[in-house]
């Protein structure tokens, strides 16, 4: 075949070519749609019925069909496959079928249309002059605002497949000001200026709104209402539904929306008059029924049937009962339209003919701004609620940005073509998809079934039963206050089902938007409450049963274990606002006053932030009070887990807590305790040689590092925590630096020193029998950095450390972190791996420069064979001291938790 066939074969006014490289095959693009080298939908180009499916794209019925109306050829232009007339005939037939199935589903959108048009179209233009006979324009504009929404929404715009589009009608209040202040500029004795001025004056809000939602979407901020609370939206869906409710009634029995209030004439008026006690509980009864009905069958067409039956048994009784229409019309059975002249239906693009720049006034027109912009506000509050509304109750998933989008379109043509804002009508959407409105097909029917309408103009409107709408508006009034009041009763907490009554409550009272922000009060009130009632505190401890990490000596370890008590570590959690902190700064207040005081004195108070998420002021400001509290009674006020530049650490800069003297900061609680313990540590050595007027180190010890030294204000103001630090240090250190008897000549000598005081703590320590301990042990030096040795390997000996530090890293698979622990002068390393003799169960790193002394594995097991004696002894006191050490590290582990 030559490229001249092809080009016979395939119009390329309908079609486009495009060669897709993966097949080697010229795809023929008919339609939007390509088709494969069988002739079957599909390849690159091809579309699904998704939310940005082109309107008659092909139904699911469609994609198992062989294709239509397009070709398929190779690049060696060799064949062309050309659709038969069966795949045609399918295609036509499959199109059929999903209009048909659209139908009952357009025909009650349609019905949909003529309610919101009559109930709302009539009231766009005050009844005062010179607007007095201009509802029948009015629903023509609202006509063509809903056709060009719902064009927008079907082709792609909406993410709903069956969106309904239609007027805004809570314009109505603001239309109103905006025509009484142009015509009171211009004056009543120019209507046609007046009313040209404020058509204009409508068309300019749809252009504004359009532009606003234009801008939401593609600046991404419609992603915000996500966040958006649940349980605001039910109590939106079902104050939607009670406004529905009592339109319900205010159609049903024929009178304004304005005149309806709950009072006693009104119950008077609805129970006590027979003839308005039947125009009402009909419409209702029939609701009710229907809602009989589909609690025992669910199937799809009940709905729509049902309310094709009612008119037409309507007209069967009016039949039979030979009554005349218009009696029935003026006792509200039918709906009053008022015509145009000698009682014609009005055209519908009269107000067309308005939109003269002759007659247009631009300064009474700049004048409305101010409430422009009232409106514009109130409009863009709509979508964004109603959108993530109507996603929960279809349970759908839909891009807020894009229907925002869509909605900045519809509202620009609005504009463009001289009309009222539109938007996305939650209601109609919900019962357009519950009868099998959800595809793009049924869509653009409803489109063009509203056009109809608009082309036929008000004059069949005056045949529908009221009945019939006021059951449809009963139906969806009553599922939606269903769905919030009934449905939600315990899948809410308490306070959550009181903020949905009483946004139902304030929507019905006054109206939407004071409910939607009455229920944001309400919910930030009950938030407030909720969460002043959790305790933001997770634990509080003791500084002996939360200890660092750090190993040390069993004399220094022992002395810590008592002396820690006069540390208290407070663990904070959640966010700390003014709800929460009251708590806090009791509690802190609590372990100051006299009788905790009297029975453990406190020398430092650490506050763990690592779970606290954020810090208001107010919670800032009560630290700096509980600081000069804490230094009044010389407690170091001690912050941990959390850096100064983060959201915490501003909070609290932002106040001038930090840095301020008695304030410590450390990035973790295990770096915290460390240095309290450290502290500790430093403030016994030091009084012990002002005591003893002597150097208290011996020849060859290296101190702990601290860092920084206790100050001597405080140990000499708080006496009883200083003579607690005295008395268990005589009990404990002491021991650790004790001479041994007769030995005077060998007790300043290593490694038998390290030995002391790695042991001397323990009673049964025989300072004769570990003499003989000493030739076994060969002395190391290793540089910063050196590693001992690595998790998983082999065991080679056990390690006293003389001097320096080592760190070890323990890396378990159920914590995030590593964990690490510091390995100080008089402590063993290596020493259960080594008497197990299985694999390291830590990396041991040098931190500091180290002396150490090393008991290898050929050598311990020399030991026990040599000294039997002397190596049950030494086992036994290293498996005790391992036994401390871990009980330590695992009670730190516990601390994270």
């Given at each position: 075949?030559?490229?001249?066939?092809?080009?016979?074969?395939?119009?390329?006014?309908?079609?486009?070519?495009?060669?897709?490289?993966?097949?080697?095959?010229?795809?023929?693009?008919?339609?939007?749609?390509?088709?494969?080298?069988?002739?079957?939908?599909?390849?690159?180009?091809?579309?699904?019925?998704?939310?940005?499916?082109?309107?008659?794209?092909?139904?699911?019925?469609?994609?198992?069909?062989?294709?239509?109306?397009?070709?398929?050829?190779?690049?060696?232009?060799?064949?062309?496959?050309?659709?038969?007339?069966?795949?045609?005939?399918?295609?036509?037939?499959?199109?059929?079928?999903?209009?048909?199935?659209?139908?009952?589903?357009?025909?009650?959108?349609?019905?949909?249309?003529?309610?919101?048009?009559?109930?709302?179209?009539?009231?766009?233009?005050?009844?005062?002059?010179?607007?007095?006979?201009?509802?029948?324009?009015?629903?023509?504009?609202?006509?063509?605002?809903?056709?060009?929404?719902?064009?927008?929404?079907?082709f792609g715009g909406s993410g709903f497949a069956g969106a309904n589009g239609s007027m805004m009608i809570e314009v109505v209040p603001f239309y109103h000001i905006l025509a009484a202040s142009i015509a009171q500029n211009i004056g009543e004795d120019k209507p046609a200026e007046v009313i040209a001025t404020t058509i204009v004056a409508y068309a300019l809000s749809s252009v504004l709104t359009g532009l606003s939602f234009f801008l939401l979407g593609a600046l991404k901020l419609g992603t915000l209402i996500g966040f958006f609370p649940r349980h605001i939206l039910v109590g939106c869906i079902g104050g939607v539904g009670a406004f529905l409710i009592e339109t319900g009634l205010t159609v049903s029995m024929r009178i304004p929306d304005d005149n309806f209030v709950i009072d006693l004439r009104t119950l008077k008026f609805m129970f006590l008059e027979p003839h308005t006690l039947a125009l009402w509980t009909i419409p209702l009864g029939l609701a009710i029924l229907l809602r009989v009905i589909t609690s025992k069958w669910s199937h799809q067409l009940i709905f729509p049937v049902y309310f094709v039956v009612i008119p037409i048994l309507f007209y069967i009784i009016v039949a039979a009962a030979q009554v005349n229409l218009d009696e029935l019309r003026e006792n509200g059975w039918l709906f009053d339209i008022p015509g145009g002249v000698k009682g014609q239906p009005e055209k519908w693009w009269r107000f067309y003919t308005y939109f003269d720049r002759n007659l247009i006034h631009l300064e009474p027109l700049w004048s409305t701004l101010p409430t422009q912009f009232a409106l514009l506000f109130f409009n863009i509050l709509h979508p964004p609620l109603n959108v993530p509304a109507l996603a929960v109750s279809l349970n759908e998933d839909v891009d807020t940005n894009k229907e925002l989008v869509a909605h900045g379109y519809s509202n620009i043509l609005a504009g463009v073509f001289g009309t009222v804002p539109n938007y996305l009508v939650y209601v109609n959407t919900l019962l357009f998809y519950r009868v099998g409105g959800d595809t793009r097909v049924a869509g653009f029917l409803l489109a063009v079934a509203t056009t109809v309408l608009l082309l036929v103009g008000t004059g069949p409107i005056a045949f529908i039963p009221v009945t019939v709408v006021g059951a449809l508006i009963f139906v969806l009034g009553i599922d939606l206050v269903k769905e919030a009041l009934w449905d939600t009763r315990h899948r809410v907490s308490r306070t959550e089902y009181i903020t949905i009554v009483s946004i139902i409550i304030a929507m019905t009272v006054w109206d939407f938007v004071i409910g939607v922000l009455f229920g944001i009060v309400v919910s930030c009130f009950f938030f407030v409450v909720q969460n002043s009632q959790m305790r933001s505190i997770r634990t509080f401890h003791t500084g002996n049963t939360m200890m660092s990490t750090v190993r040390r000596p069993n004399a220094q370890r022992a002395y810590l274990k008592e002396v820690s008590r006069q540390t208290t570590i407070l663990r904070l959690q959640g966010f700390l606002f003014f709800g929460t902190i009251t708590y806090v700064e009791e509690a802190i207040r609590g372990i100051l006053d006299a009788p905790s005081w009297q029975r453990n004195p406190v020398r430092f108070l650490v506050v763990d932030l690592t779970l606290v998420a954020g810090v208001d002021m107010s919670s800032a400001e009560a630290f700096v009070r509980v600081q000069r509290v804490l230094a009044a009674k010389y407690v170091t006020l001690v912050f941990c887990g959390f850096k100064v530049d983060s959201a915490v650490g501003k909070a609290l800069k932002s106040v001038g807590i930090m840095g301020t003297e008695g304030v410590e900061l450390f990035l973790t609680l295990n770096d915290a305790m460390e240095w309290t313990e450290n502290v500790y540590l430093k403030a016994y050595y030091r009084s012990q040689k002002l005591e003893m007027g002597i150097p208290f180190a011996l020849p060859g010890r290296q101190d702990v590092d601290v860092i920084s030294s206790y100050q001597s204000s405080q140990t000499s103001v708080s006496s009883p925590r200083h003579t607690m630090l005295s008395e268990v240090g005589s009990r404990t250190i002491a021991n650790e630096l004790r001479s041994p008897p007769m030995l005077e000549d060998t007790a300043t000598s290593e490694p038998f020193l390290t030995l002391v005081r790695a042991f001397s703590s323990f009673e049964e320590f025989d300072f004769n029998q570990f003499l003989a301990l000493v030739p076994y042990l060969q002395r190391m030096s290793v540089p910063e950095g050196f590693v001992l040795w690595r998790q998983d390997e082999p065991s080679d000996g056990l390690y006293l450390i003389e001097s320096g530090i080592l760190r070890a890293t323990y890396e378990f698979a159920e914590y995030a972190q590593n964990i690490e622990e510091s390995m100080v002068p008089g402590t063993l390393a290596g020493e259960l791996s080594a008497l197990s003799d299985l694999p390291r169960n830590a990396t041991a790193v040098a931190?500091?420069?180290?002396?150490?002394?090393?008991?290898?594995?050929?050598?311990?097991?020399?030991?026990?064979?040599?000294?039997?004696?002397?190596?049950?002894?030494?086992?036994?006191?290293?498996?005790?001291?391992?036994k401390i050490d871990y009980d330590t590290l695992l009670a730190a582990l516990a601390g994270r938790q």
């Amino acid at each position: 075949m030559t490229s001249a066939d092809v080009r016979r074969t395939v119009s390329p006014r309908k079609s486009k070519i495009r060669w897709d490289p993966a097949l080697d095959n010229a795809i023929v693009v008919t339609n939007h749609h390509s088709y494969d080298q069988n002739g079957i939908n599909g390849g690159p180009y091809s579309t699904h019925e998704n939310e940005s499916t082109p309107l008659l794209g092909p139904s699911p019925a469609f994609q198992s069909s062989s294709s239509y109306y397009g070709v398929i050829f190779s690049r060696s232009l060799k064949s062309v496959t050309v659709p038969k007339p069966t795949q045609i005939r399918q295609a036509l037939h499959d199109t059929a079928i999903v209009s048909l199935r659209a139908i009952p589903a357009v025909l009650l959108g349609s019905l949909l249309n003529i309610l919101d048009g009559v109930s709302y179209g009539m009231i766009i233009f005050p009844t005062s002059a010179p607007f007095t006979n201009l509802g029948p324009m009015g629903v023509s504009m609202f006509f063509v605002s809903c056709v060009l929404a719902q064009l927008c929404f079907t082709f792609g715009g909406s993410g709903f497949a069956g969106a309904n589009g239609s007027m805004m009608i809570e314009v109505v209040p603001f239309y109103h000001i905006l025509a009484a202040s142009i015509a009171q500029n211009i004056g009543e004795d120019k209507p046609a200026e007046v009313i040209a001025t404020t058509i204009v004056a409508y068309a300019l809000s749809s252009v504004l709104t359009g532009l606003s939602f234009f801008l939401l979407g593609a600046l991404k901020l419609g992603t915000l209402i996500g966040f958006f609370p649940r349980h605001i939206l039910v109590g939106c869906i079902g104050g939607v539904g009670a406004f529905l409710i009592e339109t319900g009634l205010t159609v049903s029995m024929r009178i304004p929306d304005d005149n309806f209030v709950i009072d006693l004439r009104t119950l008077k008026f609805m129970f006590l008059e027979p003839h308005t006690l039947a125009l009402w509980t009909i419409p209702l009864g029939l609701a009710i029924l229907l809602r009989v009905i589909t609690s025992k069958w669910s199937h799809q067409l009940i709905f729509p049937v049902y309310f094709v039956v009612i008119p037409i048994l309507f007209y069967i009784i009016v039949a039979a009962a030979q009554v005349n229409l218009d009696e029935l019309r003026e006792n509200g059975w039918l709906f009053d339209i008022p015509g145009g002249v000698k009682g014609q239906p009005e055209k519908w693009w009269r107000f067309y003919t308005y939109f003269d720049r002759n007659l247009i006034h631009l300064e009474p027109l700049w004048s409305t701004l101010p409430t422009q912009f009232a409106l514009l506000f109130f409009n863009i509050l709509h979508p964004p609620l109603n959108v993530p509304a109507l996603a929960v109750s279809l349970n759908e998933d839909v891009d807020t940005n894009k229907e925002l989008v869509a909605h900045g379109y519809s509202n620009i043509l609005a504009g463009v073509f001289g009309t009222v804002p539109n938007y996305l009508v939650y209601v109609n959407t919900l019962l357009f998809y519950r009868v099998g409105g959800d595809t793009r097909v049924a869509g653009f029917l409803l489109a063009v079934a509203t056009t109809v309408l608009l082309l036929v103009g008000t004059g069949p409107i005056a045949f529908i039963p009221v009945t019939v709408v006021g059951a449809l508006i009963f139906v969806l009034g009553i599922d939606l206050v269903k769905e919030a009041l009934w449905d939600t009763r315990h899948r809410v907490s308490r306070t959550e089902y009181i903020t949905i009554v009483s946004i139902i409550i304030a929507m019905t009272v006054w109206d939407f938007v004071i409910g939607v922000l009455f229920g944001i009060v309400v919910s930030c009130f009950f938030f407030v409450v909720q969460n002043s009632q959790m305790r933001s505190i997770r634990t509080f401890h003791t500084g002996n049963t939360m200890m660092s990490t750090v190993r040390r000596p069993n004399a220094q370890r022992a002395y810590l274990k008592e002396v820690s008590r006069q540390t208290t570590i407070l663990r904070l959690q959640g966010f700390l606002f003014f709800g929460t902190i009251t708590y806090v700064e009791e509690a802190i207040r609590g372990i100051l006053d006299a009788p905790s005081w009297q029975r453990n004195p406190v020398r430092f108070l650490v506050v763990d932030l690592t779970l606290v998420a954020g810090v208001d002021m107010s919670s800032a400001e009560a630290f700096v009070r509980v600081q000069r509290v804490l230094a009044a009674k010389y407690v170091t006020l001690v912050f941990c887990g959390f850096k100064v530049d983060s959201a915490v650490g501003k909070a609290l800069k932002s106040v001038g807590i930090m840095g301020t003297e008695g304030v410590e900061l450390f990035l973790t609680l295990n770096d915290a305790m460390e240095w309290t313990e450290n502290v500790y540590l430093k403030a016994y050595y030091r009084s012990q040689k002002l005591e003893m007027g002597i150097p208290f180190a011996l020849p060859g010890r290296q101190d702990v590092d601290v860092i920084s030294s206790y100050q001597s204000s405080q140990t000499s103001v708080s006496s009883p925590r200083h003579t607690m630090l005295s008395e268990v240090g005589s009990r404990t250190i002491a021991n650790e630096l004790r001479s041994p008897p007769m030995l005077e000549d060998t007790a300043t000598s290593e490694p038998f020193l390290t030995l002391v005081r790695a042991f001397s703590s323990f009673e049964e320590f025989d300072f004769n029998q570990f003499l003989a301990l000493v030739p076994y042990l060969q002395r190391m030096s290793v540089p910063e950095g050196f590693v001992l040795w690595r998790q998983d390997e082999p065991s080679d000996g056990l390690y006293l450390i003389e001097s320096g530090i080592l760190r070890a890293t323990y890396e378990f698979a159920e914590y995030a972190q590593n964990i690490e622990e510091s390995m100080v002068p008089g402590t063993l390393a290596g020493e259960l791996s080594a008497l197990s003799d299985l694999p390291r169960n830590a990396t041991a790193v040098a931190e500091r420069p180290a002396v150490l002394w090393k008991l290898s594995t050929e050598n311990l097991r020399l030991l026990g064979t040599e000294e039997p004696n002397l190596a049950r002894v030494f086992t036994h006191m290293v498996l005790k001291s391992a036994k401390i050490d871990y009980d330590t590290l695992l009670a730190a582990l516990a601390g994270r938790q």
